[in-house]
């Protein structure tokens, strides 16, 4: 008798099913992999997709729309429970991998061959035409149709970029770990400073609009980084709250403040001059006027909030080359980022009430619960375990 998988199917906008598949069977000598699911956070691209929003790398050679019907979930941390018989599998950092290692994955499988696959290694930004994308570009119509971590078995491509995880990190701060790697952003920002003082200076300021996962995620490093004072934007009270407890300074509400207020807010907490570092977690584009008025001169506007097309907004670039603002577009996270951002939240374990970063924990069953709960006000990140 054939093994069935259970998993969490987003078949069109608005409609999930749970459905079963064969459990895949791995050709001799292939270099693929069987993960099993622990659980696996919801992401924002996965909140576009549930709400008819798929078009992702607009405007690249790898413009794309989500593939449905399939199976999300690419923030996630399971077992390796079956290795391609006569095949030898190593994670990214060159440790080997065994049946019963705990892993996470990066979502992004890459050729690496093409001209940004061997100039620009750090990011996925593969633009040969097998470039995939787990969660979000492969349709489970296909086998072997496990592509995504919202199943009890996912199926891992040869090419995967495949961490193991350290033994003392939870499951759940494994979860976050591609989550918290986007926020490399702020690395780059603080490059910029070392080489002519622009961008992010240790107790340098930080404005991170929008706080729901990714902006609590910049908070967190942001802080670790040497911040020195951080200001937070949103609608929600309780998000705000919640980025106070992460070592947020001045949590600002959108509805009880005027865009006006706030930027004044900004610059009088930052003695007049703006924010050294801006970085739009918001994922409206309303807010990206804002918040380049917050920028100070030679400051760095940070744009990793739009990984989907969500439709333009207007800017006075006038303004941008008025204040030699630095603006950094951020399509996708670090690939080489995975396992210092795993030691990382180890060894800040105690710094952090990193429990409270998740809000909610579903079953696999729930699914169509879970997603609906992550996009309430009162959420944060939201957690699907598969068994």
């Not at 911040?227 to 009270?237: E, L, M, N, P």
């Not at 630095?326 to 060894?347: D, F, K, Q, S, W």
């Not at 009162?378 to 068994?387: A, D, Q, T, Y």
């Amino acid at each position: 008798m054939t093994k069935m998988v259970k998993a969490a199917v987003m078949e069109a906008p608005g409609k999930v099913a749970i459905r079963e598949f064969p459990y895949p069977k791995l050709e001799y000598g292939s270099g693929g992999a069987i993960m099993k699911s622990i659980q696996s956070g919801i992401c924002g691209t996965d909140k576009h997709t549930y709400k008819g929003e798929t078009r992702q790398n607009g405007g690249t050679a790898t413009e794309f729309h989500a593939a449905y019907p399939l199976i999300q979930g690419h923030e996630a941390v399971g077992i390796i429970e079956e290795i391609a018989p006569g095949s030898r599998r190593l994670d990214f950092y060159g440790e080997e991998l065994r049946p019963g290692d705990r892993i996470t994955f990066c979502p992004d499988i890459v050729c690496g061959e093409c001209f940004y696959c061997r100039t620009a290694s750090w990011y996925p930004w593969c633009e040969d035409p097998s470039r995939e994308c787990y969660g979000n570009s492969l349709s489970c119509e296909n086998p072997p149709h496990l592509f995504g971590a919202f199943a009890e078995y996912m199926y891992l491509f040869p090419k995967s970029y495949l961490y193991k995880v350290p033994d003392k990190l939870s499951n759940d701060m494994a979860a976050l770990t591609e989550l918290m790697c986007v926020t490399y952003t702020l690395d780059k920002a603080k490059e910029l400073f070392a080489f002519d003082g622009e961008g992010f200076e240790f107790g340098g300021s930080v404005v991170i609009q929008g706080c729901g996962p990714l902006g609590l995620a910049h908070v967190i490093k942001a802080k670790i980084m040497g911040a020195g004072k951080i200001i937070v934007t949103d609608i929600s009270d309780y998000k705000l709250n919640l980025a106070k407890e992460f070592g947020a300074d001045i949590c600002l509400n959108v509805l009880k403040t005027t865009s006006e207020e706030r930027i004044d807010i900004v610059r009088q907490e930052t003695h007049g001059f703006g924010a050294n570092v801006v970085c739009e977690c918001a994922g409206v584009p309303s807010v990206v006027p804002e918040g380049l008025e917050m920028v100070r001169k030679c400051g760095v506007y940070i744009e990793p909030g739009h990984f989907v097309d969500v439709g333009p907004v207007e800017i006075n670039m006038h303004k941008v080359c008025a204040k030699n603002i630095r603006i950094i577009g951020m399509n996708n996270h670090a690939v080489t980022g995975y396992r210092p951002t795993m030691e990382m939240m180890l060894r800040y374990e105690k710094d952090f009430p990193w429990h409270k970063f998740i809000s909610h924990k579903f079953k696999l069953d729930d699914y169509e619960q879970a997603i609906k709960t992550s996009m309430t006000p009162e959420s944060m990140k939201v957690m699907v375990e598969c068994w």
